[in-house]
């Protein structure tokens, strides 16, 4: 009954390479995002997605490109990774809803995926 | 910007202790404010959340209050449990605006690491 789940769970691979991570949500959540978790356990949101909409893309190297193909998916594929690319990466959900009531939403997260750039 | 600011960690407590870690934040707006707690290996889960000033949330013995005049969130737990060694986030969502709907955005915290023994 995994409501977010990731794969794969860690990835290991070489400099300049090309890899994706892929998330998919049971919950019926309209909403869906990526998050960068660095090796002082500090999170960053990436990019978040409504609707297969792309609503949210912080300041993120244009080799990493989110895809939504259906509200139950989102995507990430990698493009050259480099070293500072190795981190854990989480995928959350969250309900749909716009405005004020967006910000009383739980979101809720995916396992992680432990990428490691060697 | 908005900002969420933890009190540096590692926190390291006896079994029964009593727990407090201070949150302070900083935002434009209204935002609502969490407690999401990383056991290891796993995602994180919504612990508590308050999503406007002098609400108290508590789960799990653990308790925190959205102090607007300090915008604070402090989460303290009377009588603290092995199980309770896990990584603690907080975190704040506000409004942010794309394509000229406003959706809400998590801003977290550095994160706390809290270890109980026996």
């Known amino acids: 009954d995994t409501a977010v789940s990731q794969t794969p769970k860690y990835l290991v691979t070489q400099m300049g390479n090309d890899k994706s991570i892929k998330c998919e949500q049971n919950?019926?959540?309209?909403?869906m995002y990526w998050y960068k978790q660095d090796s002082k356990k500090f999170l960053k949101i990436m990019f978040s997605y409504n609707n297969k909409e792309l609503i949210i893309n912080e300041t993120v190297p244009n080799r990493f490109s989110p895809k939504s193909p259906d509200k139950a998916h989102l995507n990430l594929h990698i493009n050259s990774l480099e070293l500072g690319d190795s981190a854990v990466y989480f995928c959350?959900?969250?309900?749909?809803?716009?405005?004020?009531?967006?910000?009383?939403?739980?979101?809720?997260f995916g396992p992680g995926t432990r990428l490691t750039v060697l | 910007g908005n900002s969420v600011t933890q009190m540096e960690g590692p926190v390291t407590l006896s079994e029964e202790a009593f727990l407090t870690i201070n949150c302070t934040y900083t935002a434009t707006g209204y935002p609502s404010l969490f407690w999401y707690v990383q056991y290891p290996g796993e995602g994180l889960q919504l612990l508590l959340k308050a999503t406007k000033a002098d609400d108290k949330g508590s789960n799990k013995g653990f308790e925190a209050t959205y102090r607007k005049e300090t915008t604070s969130f402090h989460l303290e737990k009377g009588s603290v449990q092995v199980s309770d060694s896990a990584v603690y986030f907080c975190?704040?969502?506000?409004?942010?605006?794309?394509?000229?709907?406003?959706?809400?955005?998590?801003?977290f915290g550095q994160g706390t690491i809290l270890t109980v023994h026996p």
């Open positions: 959350a959900s969250s309900r749909g809803l716009a405005g004020w009531k967006m910000t009383y939403n739980e979101q809720f």
């Open positions: 919950l019926g959540h309209d909403t």
């Open positions: 975190a704040l969502s506000d409004l942010t605006s794309a394509g000229g709907t406003s959706y809400g955005k998590l801003t």
